[in-house]
């Protein structure tokens, strides 16, 4: 059964950082793209970005591009999420997700608001 735990969410202040983990299990997570998702009560989800399964090519929304860095480690079985110089309209559930099976993670929060 693949599963995803996403970590690290948070309130953080305009300008701030922070750093989602995602933790992949029951599935070959080295093989798989994954993605990261945002979304905001009333609003469809927005893909934020996506990497490869050899972490080696990486794409971006315009709306977080030179912000966020997507990064994996596939011996941790783990995609990350960098963030940085956040804005308020950052704030959203954060969801990781595999294409490959079409499977979420419960979604962390994160709140940017001073």
């Known amino acids: 059964q693949e599963q995803l735990v996403e970590s690290g969410g948070g309130l953080v202040q305009p300008g701030g950082s922070l750093k989602l983990s995602c933790e992949a299990s029951?599935?070959?997570?080295?093989?798989?793209?994954m993605r990261w998702y945002r979304q905001t009560p009333g609003k469809a989800r927005e893909s934020v970005a996506t990497?490869?399964?050899?972490?080696?090519?990486?794409s971006y929304a315009d709306s977080v591009k030179g912000r966020f860095t997507i990064s994996r480690d596939n011996a941790k079985n783990t995609v990350y999420l960098e963030m940085n110089s956040l804005k308020p309209e950052d704030t959203a559930v954060y969801y990781c997700?595999?294409?490959?099976?079409?499977?979420w993670g419960q979604g962390t929060q994160v709140t940017v608001s001073s």
């Open positions: 990497i490869i399964s050899t972490g080696t090519s990486t």
């Open positions: 029951g599935f070959a997570f080295n093989k798989y793209a």
């Open positions: 997700y595999v294409p490959q099976y079409a499977t």
